[in-house]
Nanobody, 127 residues
């Protein structure tokens, strides 16, 4: 059974940076697509960045493109989300999710439907 745990959230000022980690246990992430999702207060969870398990192709939602970078370290069984130039509207609980890669366009994974989820880490960006 794959288990995911996020870490790295916290309080940061506008323009600052954070790196989130999604550490997996119970199974290797090698052939899983992994996504980062976030849920702001009063809003639905949205997929913001995903990485495929087959060719490491990546997808970024428009509001984070150019500021966030997703990467994976299979040796550490971990996926990262480097977040730069943070804005107050990035404030949310950030979750990672994973699904076995089925070789669809990576954007499709960010639509949700992940069977495995972490419990989330809170990111607060102060103005």
């Amino acid at each position: 059974q794959l288990r995911l745990m996020e870490s790295g959230g916290g309080l940061v000022q506008t323009g600052g940076s954070l790196r989130l980690s999604c550490a997996a246990s119970g199974s290797s992430l090698d052939y899983y697509a992994v996504g980062w999702f976030r849920q702001a207060p009063g809003k639905e969870r949205e997929g913001i960045s995903c990485i495929s398990g087959s060719d490491d192709s990546t997808y970024y939602e428009g509001s984070v493109k150019g500021r966030f970078t997703i990467s994976r370290d299979n040796a550490k069984n971990t996926v990262y989300l480097q977040m730069n130039m943070l804005k107050p509207e990035d404030t949310a609980v950030y979750y990672c999710g994973a699904v076995e890669d089925i070789r669809v366009p990576v954007m499709a994974y960010c639509q949700g439907g992940m069977p495995y989820w972490g419990k989330g880490t809170l990111v607060t960006v102060s103005s």
